[in-house]
């Protein structure tokens, strides 16, 4: 996910340049700030960032494999669903609420259109994962 969310940056914007933070690195400095009372600098924004983000994603996907053993029927569709779920929960509707980000009516189909597959990706690689690591097809 993070790979596709690369290539859509330098597809977007060739310069690099963008024009507000990313919703991860509000979080870590919104948390560094609050509990540890320091303000992040440019090059710890773009480790705490990624550092959020993965966290985010693999906590969550704990959380899928272990509601996956109680109910088998959330692995139907390869995981898409659950990336559908996390794409809506957390995209959609949790990280603008919090003001993370602005909500996804001020975005443009393309970069909607482009998160949604990102988390259909997200989601398919999580259910892969489990496989193979429960050894299962």
Not at 5 to 22: M, N, Y
Request: hydrophobic share 45%; glycine share 10%; proline share 6%.
């Amino acid at each position: 996910m993070s790979q596709f969310h690369s290539f859509f940056q330098k597809v977007e914007s060739p310069s690099g340049e963008d024009k507000q933070e990313d919703s991860t690195v509000k979080t870590a400095s919104a948390v560094s700030q609050r509990i540890f009372h320091h303000e992040l600098t440019p090059q710890q924004k773009k480790i705490a960032g990624p550092a959020v983000h993965y966290g985010f994603g693999a906590s969550i996907a704990t959380l899928y494999g272990a509601a996956v053993e109680v109910l088998p029927l959330l692995r139907i569709g390869w995981g898409m669903p659950f990336g559908v779920a996390v794409w809506l929960g957390a995209h959609v509707i949790t990280v603008p609420a919090l003001g993370l980000s602005e909500p996804v009516i001020r975005s443009t189909p393309r970069r909607e259109a482009f998160e949604f597959g990102a988390h259909l990706v997200y989601g398919a690689v999580v259910e892969g994962v489990r496989r193979l690591l429960r050894n299962t097809a």
